[in-house]
Every structure is written in structure tokens, then in C-alpha cells.
């Protein structure tokens, strides 16, 4: 990025352990780097390499871990380990996920799906009350990706997470890709989903790859962040920052991860995506 | 009423994890698709889990072919799944659930390969600390000397094995030779395990220093460990083991333990 022409959008990665040395060794210019708390929640020579990628880089912390949605409430020796991480990274952000990983003592590894009642919200709002007052900050809470709904949900997903933001204050993080997984999935509509959430309350999207597998005879998609971001992902992209603004944006890859020169040319490309973007709306 | 999301969610971990998908069916929209979508969901969780295995045991991945592994870690994860969030710490039990698994049975070392790779892990993430030096005992008198309680770097495991694990699992690590004949009745080995300028590493030991350290890592007294130490070799220079473990860097702080109340 030269200056003179700034790009009008923020735009990181995430950062994953074989990319590490090759940040730390050729510092790429790039905005920010996501990581995942839960790789770093231990102590021990992960933690030291993140502290070198601190000097030169600002961090988003992304947790996978903390379970907002569990109906039994969060662990508090992880929220604490978190809270010892943030201190730790000093995070330009932190955020979750709408979803459950916990349930009867077991740890799942998967963001799984809530029923979208009253009852789970009240259950998630306390979570994250909990969460932020620990941490001492405001998190930014994901869209999952999804592969089925429940029966007895009376609250659409982006109004649940609009609501969740006015009792909590916390915000949203638009995960663009899950949208589109979750809408196509479930036959929702992207642009009424997208519209939906209140713009003021997006502090962060998220763009990546999904796949298209056929179970059973049903073509599904699968939020894989195996690839790069899809067509129709980068048309949703332009409709929400058209719609609300500038906001710090997220390429993430995790399975196949490619050389990191393919990762950074992602985030180039949602750089140029987003200044086109924001320059076509200036120009009305 | 519908189910309180502490039932939900209940029903929906034994149907991912057991399979018993009867109860949370009826719950999910479209029901004809029900059993499609949790599958993704259970692939997600075993495919995740099996690949943190995979991570942490990569020498068991090596000696059993990689669908024995999928099926082993399929086993290990419903009777043994997280607790915790920090997969790092995750796998603890998969050596001990190794030595009583039937189809195993046929490879009597490789739970003991296993615990290896369980304390090579565990001295990955162990906290950092600072090594103490000699001088700092100089203040402990010579009638407290028997009571004297090392602490001792908490990346320090001690593995006895009566199987040549080093050997195997040197052969089974990536890059490692696996063609290489490995005499199984060589005998055992007496491994201390440790993480050491950022690197993990491990070394054999004669059984009496074995003893010694192994005591004195459990928080035995100095007493205590060269009793053990002197019972497996009565020859044991308990001197010079004692100062090898500050040229080694293994103390990281002492106490005093009370006399033993009558």
C-alpha cells in the first residue's frame, strides 16, 4: 500500500502455526494478524513466538474455545487463561462465536448450532456479560456456519445477534462466508440476512473459502476454509461494506493452507475489492 | 415446551458422539435431512480430534497404518472425548486406553511409545522457569540436608519402559528410518524427558539416577531419593548426582520439608 492512496479497509490474516516463521522472518506488510487464542492459551515457546509477532503487528485474538452458548455456563479457568492472553497481546480485538462446544463436561471442537429461542438468548447475553466483564472489553460475537436449524427456533439468526448486541453490548463479527454456507444450507435469503444486522454493530468481517459436497444425494457446503474466497462471497462482501462502511476485514485459510505469498494476495484483493467498493458509493 | 438448551444440548453430544440421534431428530427442521446434517457436525468433531491425535502422537500414526490410527483415535475420542478446550492438553489417556485396546495387542511397546510422545508433548507447553544455582543452598544447614524438597523445571517426565521405546520411536518419527531392525529384547530404558533452550529433548539414564531423579521430581526428600537411588546400586555417588543436577539445570527451587511428627 502506498501512501496517497490508502486503502479505505483494514484488511488481516490468520495467522496459523506454518506461516509463523516466515511473518516473523520477512515481517509482509500486512494491516493485522488474526490467531486463534485457544493455540496459545498454553504457556511455552508458541507464546514467545506470538509475543515476537506483537512487536511488529497488531493482533486480533479469535477464540474457538470459550462456548458462549453453553446452557451450563463458561469455564472459568479457560475465561481466565484468556483474560491472561489478552493481557498478554494487548488484542485490537476479540471475538467468539455464536455457538456451543461444551455440554455435560465434554469439550466438542465444533461450533455447533443453538436453537434461537428466548431461553438461548438470555443464556448467551449472560455468557457474554460474564465474558466481557472478565476480559474487560468488548468482544465481537461470529455468525456461525450452519448445517441444520431447530424446530422450536422463533428468532432469526441476525436478529438474535442484533439483540444480543443491545442487551450486551458487545458486537458483531460478519463472517460473509458463513452467511453464504448458512443461508445456502438452510435455503435462507443472503441479502435479507445481511441486511439485518444493525451496521453499527459490525466491528469485524471474515472472508474465506467453503467447498461443495454431495451427502446422501444433497449438495451441501462445507465452511472448510480450504480455498479461496468464492464468487458470491465477494458479491456479499460488496453489499455489506456498501452498506455500512469500512471495517476491518479477515481472510482466514486453515485446511490446505496455501504459501503465504497466496494468503497475503487474498487480503490484496479484498483490499482492492473494498476501495472499489467504498469509492463507487462515494461517487453515488 | 420445547426441551431447556442444557437438555438439547445433552441430546445432541450423545447423538454426535454415541450416535444416538433418536432423541435430537424430532427437534431438528425438515427431518429428512436431519441425520445428513449431523453428520457433518460429527465429521467435524472426530476428523478435528483425530488430526490433534495425529498431531501428538505422529509415532503411533507411523506403527499402526493411518486407518488403524483413524479407527483407534474414532474409539478413543467417544470413550475419552475433551474436557477442556486447550487441545494442546488433550491425550492424556490415549496411552493407557492403547495398552487395552484387543486390537493392539499384538504390539505390547506401543503404549509405551505412546506415553513418550505424551511427555514429549506435555514439555512442549510446560511453563517457563528459571534455573536455580548451587549457591542458594549454601544457607541450609547440614542436620536440614536430609529434609531438603527440590523443586525440580516442570518440563521434566520420567518414563521406564521394558522396551527399547527411544529406539522406536527414533525409527517412527518423521524423517526417521522405520526400515531399521530394532531388537525388542534389548532390554528397557529409563528416560528422562525435558524441554531445553526452546528444543524438547530426552536422554537414557542408568536406573539409580533414574531412581534418584524420579524420586526427587515426585517431591520425595533428599533422604528419601538417595535411599532409592543407593537400593538399585549400593555403589550410587549420590555427590556427584547431586551436582549434576545443577550443571544440568534441573533445579528451579527447594524447601525445607517439616520432621516427620512422631
Known amino acids: 500500500m502506498t501512501i496517497g492512496s490508502p486503502s479505505p479497509v483494514s484488511v488481516g490474516i490468520g495467522l496459523r502455526a506454518p506461516h509463523i516463521d516466515e511473518v516473523i522472518d520477512s515481517c509482509p506488510a500486512i494491516a493485522w494478524l488474526e490467531v486463534h487464542a ?76 443453538l436453537p434461537y429461542t428466548e431461553e438461548a438468548l438470555a443464556i448467551v447475553a449472560r455468557n457474554i456479560d460474564i465474558a466481557q466483564e472478565a476480559l474487560g472489553r468488548q468482544i465481537l460475537i461470529e455468525n456461525p456456519s450452519r448445517y441444520l436449524s431447530f424446530r422450536h427456533s422463533s428468532i432469526a439468526e441476525p436478529e438474535f445477534l442484533a439483540a444480543l448486541a443491545r442487551r450486551t453490548g458487545c458486537g458483531s463479527l460478519c463472517d460473509v462466508n458463513n452467511v453464504y454456507v448458512t443461508c445456502t444450507n438452510l435455503g435462507l435469503d443472503t441479502a435479507h440476512y445481511l441486511d439485518a444486522i444493525p451496521a453499527e454493530t459490525i466491528g469485524e468481517i471474515h472472508l474465506a473459502g467453503h467447498s461443495r459436497v454431495l451427502r446422501d444425494g444433497v449438495a451441501m457446503l462445507i465452511d472448510d476454509h480450504a480455498s479461496r474466497v468464492a464468487p458470491p462471497v465477494w458479491e456479499l462482501y460488496r453489499r455489506v461494506l456498501a452498506r455500512i462502511g469500512a471495517v476491518p476485514t479477515l481472510v482466514e485459510w486453515d485446511k490446505a493452507l496455501p504459501p503465504l505469498a497466496v494468503l497475503l494476495g487474498e487480503a490484496r484483493a479484498a483490499a482492492l475489492t473494498a476501495e472499489q467498493t467504498i469509492h463507487a458509493v462515494a461517487a453515488g | 415446551m420445547p426441551l431447556p438448551l442444557d437438555e438439547v444440548q445433552a441430546v445432541m453430544r450423545r447423538a454426535l458422539l454415541d450416535g444416538e440421534t433418536g432423541a435430537l431428530v424430532p427437534l431438528i427442521e425438515g427431518r429428512e435431512l436431519a441425520e445428513t446434517q449431523l453428520a457433518i457436525y460429527r465429521n467435524n468433531v472426530f476428523a478435528s480430534l483425530t488430526e490433534v491425535l495425529r498431531g501428538t502422537f505422529p509415532a503411533i500414526c507411523r506403527l499402526v497404518d493411518d486407518r488403524f490410527f483413524a479407527y483407534a483415535a474414532h474409539e478413543f475420542i467417544r470413550r475419552h ?72 523445571d516442570p518440563s521434566l517426565g520420567f518414563l521406564a519402559s521394558p522396551w527399547p521405546i527411544d529406539r522406536i520411536w527414533e525409527a517412527n518419527r518423521p524423517g526417521g528410518d522405520d526400515g531399521a531392525a530394532i531388537e525388542l529384547a534389548a532390554g528397557g530404558v529409563h528416560l528422562e524427558i525435558r524441554r531445553r533452550d526452546g528444543a524438547v529433548v530426552f536422554q537414557s539414564l542408568d536406573r539409580a539416577t533414574f531412581a534418584f531423579r524420579q524420586a526427587l521430581g515426585e517431591g520425595e526428600t533428599l533422604e528419601t531419593a538417595s535411599a532409592r537411588a543407593l537400593g538399585v546400586n549400593a555403589e550410587f555417588d549420590l555427590t556427584g548426582a547431586f551436582s549434576d543436577l545443577f550443571r544440568e539445570a534441573v533445579v528451579t527451587g527447594f524447601e525445607i520439608a517439616e520432621v516427620p511428627s512422631l
Not at chain 2, 110 to 138: C, H, K, Q
Open chain 2, 81 to 152: 472425548p475433551p474436557q477442556r478446550p486447550c487441545l494442546a492438553e488433550y491425550g492424556a489417556e490415549f496411552a493407557d486406553f492403547l495398552a487395552g485396546f484387543p486390537p493392539c495387542r499384538e504390539l505390547p511397546y506401543i503404549a509405551d511409545v505412546a506415553r513418550l510422545e505424551w511427555f514429549l508433548n506435555a514439555a512442549v507447553t510446560a511453563g517457563d522457569t528459571a534455573p536455580l544455582t548451587p549457591s542458594a543452598l549454601a544457607a541450609i544447614a547440614p542436620e536440614e540436608a536430609p529434609r531438603v524438597v527440590l523443586r525440580f
Open chain 1, 38 to 113: 485457544e493455540n496459545y492459551i498454553s504457556c511455552g515457546p508458541a507464546l514467545r513466538r506470538l509475543e515476537r509477532i506483537r512487536e511488529n503487528y497488531a493482533i486480533s485474538l479469535h477464540g474457538v474455545g470459550l462456548s458462549l452458548g453453553t446452557a451450563e455456563g463458561l469455564d472459568s479457568e479457560h475465561l481466565r487463561r484468556l483474560h491472561a492472553l489478552v493481557d498478554l497481546c494487548a488484542p485490537m480485538l476479540v471475538s467468539e462465536h455464536l455457538s456451543w462446544s461444551m455440554s455435560g463436561g465434554v469439550y466438542l471442537n465444533d461450533l455447533l448450532p
